[in-house]
């Protein structure tokens, strides 16, 4: 088992910055991919960025240049730095965890932009 706790959401004005956290315990494979998505009322979660334990990057269109995804091995922390925040952000940012046995959601956590 693979436990997610996420942490950073809040209500932010349009154009500003929030950063994301989240750790992971428990039995945690070396070999994994941690992320974010993000599922908007009515909308279907999506892909936000995802980062390897190698540091590949995979990181949504919609957010490039807006966005980072980093992670600290050491520590199983996976950050979402979010500059420049748009209305259309606003969503439930989802942690997630994956390695080659299964799949580890968090609890979510809501990050609101609005003015």
């Known amino acids: 088992q693979v436990q997610l706790v996420e942490s950073g959401g809040a209500l932010v004005q349009p154009g500003g910055s929030l950063r994301l956290s989240c750790a992971a315990s428990?039995?945690?494979?070396?070999?994994?991919?941690m992320g974010w998505y993000r599922q908007a009322p009515g909308n279907q979660r999506e892909l936000v960025a995802s980062i390897t334990s190698g540091g590949i990057v995979n990181i949504a269109v919609s957010v490039k240049g807006r966005f980072t995804i980093s992670r600290d091995n050491a520590k199983r922390t996976v950050a979402l730095q979010m500059n420049s925040l748009k209305l259309e952000d606003t969503a439930v940012y989802y942690c997630?965890?994956?390695?080659?046995?299964?799949?580890?959601w968090g609890q979510g956590t809501q990050v609101t932009v609005s003015s």
């Open positions: 997630r965890y994956l390695d080659f046995r299964s799949i580890y």
């Open positions: 428990g039995s945690i494979f070396s070999a994994n991919t």
